[in-house]
């Protein structure tokens, strides 16, 4: 059993026929949120900060909420929407019963929960060039990351999502689990300026911290050799989560 | 029947099959037979196995012991190949609730990687089969239950499916939607659509199916065409009435019955000639002229003395 590229296309074409009807209601909170954040800590609380990692803070913010707009529009999809159509919608059962296999079923979803990071990701930084917070060109890189962040969080949730026993974990998982990521990976403040020693090393362990320091990279357009462990953590993380992802699907749906 | 049911290979073959969670058979050396172009019943109580051999037919579950072949190919070498060619209707409805019928139709096309203008050529010709045509446009969700099961069939026939599987199609719908199903179902199986279908409704099973078979803890006990199970297995005409166990010693003293059932204090006894018993039951039921009901034997008694209720056969 491999995965089927047609089958799995079909799969995310099913997501895609569905958020067409319905992406006036979802992507208004996901989308909002960042940019709420950019305002009101970057202009209000950057008001009192005169330049953070060599910048305006608002420009310092700017790369890190491009990650966590597409961290959480992958983690919405890999949530809680994966896990209604697993357990009560039974969406993959019905699947189950034409050609296609539960690779594709991991595929397909992975692909649409990359492309909802796209979405929220790329609007957001459609804003940040709007306002002239992202230099041109260099920030286009972070073209690339924000569907590397997606891929990273659709690992991780689909983990998550497959082990539960009840969709009431997920509040966990967003309060114990993601918005410290949010609040701890480079978004706010640098870690390195904040944490001593050993510390800086437990830090590198944190998902979001990668994508956040690719895409500051991308918007300072200097690249040191630090982007490559980045790159290796993100799609290593990303491939090891999968695989194990993999076997999950496989046991919940077939037996 | 079709003639050329005797002559093609069975669409369904099941050898021995067995399935184990854990120490439990949930399907226990089973062995069934789907011939081609038939509406072949699967009869069981809640538990006995029924939609685990339907998902070891189509491949989702995997069976511990036994072979399965499905259009003459092995289940557990074809699973693609298989899936293609026939349609699974679940118990529980699968539909994307924000989309209309016309819309999951095409979602569900695709999973089949059926393309335009095939893709919308099907979906409009099972909206009109389905009569889902008033409301094809409408989101799913204000649709009632009976458009909301015939919308999950119609998608289970999306691909012109070979093999339908339906598993409980009528449970929780009201007679008349019921009705309006089995006879769809029946065009089915005119135009050569072999369906397999699971219930617990015997009068369904007795109308729709040309073959069935009991299923209890995971094998079958019986199986044949409706009419000759009971012919077999019973006797044409059960009578029934309510009474005691110390009554029925009196009541049918000496009666030579070929068969008795009781489920609570309802006795059924089945019988080839009901007019004879009756006269006797009235004799020893000095005044009090309980009600006796006389009805053709069904599938229903055939089930329950297989498969239920306590059944005390006379020699």
């Given amino acids: 059993m491999s995965i089927s590229r047609p089958y799995a296309l079909a799969v995310w074409r099913r997501n895609a026929a569905m958020y067409k009807k319905t992406w006036k ?12 954040y950019l305002f009101s800590i970057g202009i209000g609380v950057g008001a009192y900060i005169s330049e953070m990692g060599g910048t305006s803070y608002i420009a310092f913010l700017a790369p890190g909420l491009v990650c966590v707009a597409a961290m959480n529009g992958a983690s919405f999809e890999v949530t809680y929407n994966i896990y209604v159509r697993l357990v009560f919608e039974k969406t993959y059962d019905a699947m189950l019963t034409t050609p296609i296999e539960p690779d594709d079923v991991l595929a397909g979803e992975v692909l649409w929960a990359v492309t909802r990071a796209g979405i929220y990701g790329g609007c957001f930084f459609i804003v940040l060039m709007l306002f002239g917070l992202a230099p041109l060109p260099s920030s286009l890189w972070v ?35 993601l918005t410290p990521l949010f609040l701890f990976s480079d978004v706010f403040f640098p870690l390195k300026e904040r944490l001593a020693g050993l510390w800086l090393w437990v830090a590198e362990a944190l998902p979001l911290l990668h994508p956040v320091r690719l895409a500051r990279a991308s918007f300072n357009g200097k690249f040191s050799v630090i982007v ?22 496989r046991n919940r749906l077939t037996n | 029947m079709n003639k050329s049911t005797s002559s093609a290979p069975p669409v369904v073959e099941a050898r021995a099959i067995s399935k184990k969670f854990g120490e439990r058979f949930a399907v226990d050396h089973l062995d069934l037979d789907v011939p081609a172009r038939v509406c072949f019943g699967l009869l069981g109580p809640n538990g006995a196995g029924k939609t685990t051999t339907l998902r070891m037919i189509y491949g989702v579950t995997r069976a511990t012991s036994g072979t399965i072949r499905v259009f003459g190919m092995d289940i557990s070498q074809h699973v693609r190949a298989v899936r293609s060619r026939l349609g699974v209707t679940l118990q529980q409805n699968v539909l994307i609730e924000a989309l209309t019928p016309k819309e999951n139709l095409l979602v569900f096309g695709r999973y089949h990687l059926l393309r335009e203008p095939e893709l919308s050529r099907r979906a409009e010709e099972l909206i009109d089969f389905l009569e889902l045509r008033s409301h094809a446009h409408v989101p799913v969700r204000q649709l009632s239950g009976g458009f909301q099961r015939r919308l999950a069939i119609a998608l289970s026939l999306v691909n012109g499916a070979e093999l339908l599987i ?8 009201d007679p008349a939607v019921r009705l309006a199903l089995w006879s769809r179902i029946r065009d089915l199986r005119s135009a050569g659509t072999t369906v397999l279908i699971t219930t617990h409704y015997m009068d369904e099973a007795q109308r729709l199916c040309d073959q ?19 012919a077999t297995r019973l006797a044409p005409e059960t009578v029934e009435f309510d009474c005691t166990s110390s009554e029925e010693a009196t009541l049918l003293d000496g009666v030579a019955t070929d068969r008795r059932l009781r489920v609570g204090r309802r006795l059924m006894l ?21 009600p006796i009901i006389v009805r053709p034997t069904n599938l229903e008694d055939v089930y329950l003395s ?8 006379n020699p």
Avoid at chain 1, 25 to 36: A, G, R, S
Avoid at chain 1, 146 to 174: C, E, H, K
Avoid at chain 2, 213 to 220: E, M, Q
């Fill in chain 1, 228 to 249: 490559l462990w980045d790159l290796a953590y993100t799609l290593g993380m990303s491939l090891l989560l999968l695989l194990w992802a993999r076997r999950g699907v």
């Fill in chain 2, 212 to 230: 069935v078979a009991i299923v209890s803890s995971g094998k079958v006990i019986a199986s044949g065409a409706p009419a000759e199970l009971i």
């Fill in chain 1, 25 to 36: 209601w979802n992507i208004l909170p996901n989308f909002f949120e960042p940019v709420l």
């Fill in chain 1, 143 to 177: 073209i690339f990351v924000i569907p590397l962040t997606g891929l990273l969080f659709a690992a991780i949730g689909m983990v998550f999502s497959l082990r539960i026993p009840n969709i009431d974990m997920f509040s966990f998982y967003f309060t114990l689990f």
């Fill in chain 2, 270 to 290: 089945y019988v080839d000639d009901a007019t004879e018993l009756i006269e006797k039951i009235r004799r020893h039921d000095d005044g009090d002229r309980r």
């Fill in chain 2, 166 to 173: 339906l598993d409980e199609p009528t449970t929780g719908l």
């Fill in chain 2, 306 to 313: 297989l498969t239920g209720a306590s059944l005390e056969a």
